[in-house]
């Protein structure tokens, strides 16, 4: 079984910064990306952010562009999402994936990934 924890989601003041985590566990499996996605209150679950694991190319949704940082730690298997300026409308709980598939597309839609995290809440106040 492959498994992944999100952690380091909380309340927050808007402005403020909060860096999410990661990491993968269980059967080993080939990364070829993570990714970030987000569900607020009653909308459809977002596209965040997504990491090449071997160039470490990034993408990200239009929004959170510039705010948040999206990186990895081979070693240790971890995905982290640094955040900045955070906004009322950044409160989601937030998704952690992994995609275990070479794909000649984009990682930015979940039909790309084979794992998912359970998430964690991030809710930014004012």
């Known amino acids: 079984q492959v498994q992944l924890v999100e952690s380091g989601g909380r309340l927050v003041q808007a402005g403020g910064s909060l860096r999410l985590s990661c990491a993968a566990s269980?059967?080993?499996?080939?990364?070829?990306?993570m990714g970030w996605f987000r569900q607020a209150p009653g909308k459809e679950r977002e596209f965040v952010a997504t990491i090449l694991w071997s160039s470490g190319s990034t993408d990200y949704t239009d929004s959170v562009k510039g705010r948040f940082t999206i990186s990895r730690d081979n070693f240790k298997h971890t995905v982290y999402l640094q955040m900045h300026s955070l906004k009322p409308e950044d409160t989601a709980i937030y998704y952690c994936?992994?995609?275990?598939?070479?794909?000649?597309?984009?990682?930015?839609?979940?039909?790309?990934?084979?794992?998912w995290g359970q998430g964690t809440q991030v809710t930014v106040s004012s």
């Open positions: 269980g059967r080993p499996f080939s990364t070829y990306a």
């Open positions: 994936a992994a995609g275990a598939r070479r794909l000649g597309g984009s990682y930015s839609a979940t039909a790309a990934y084979d794992y």
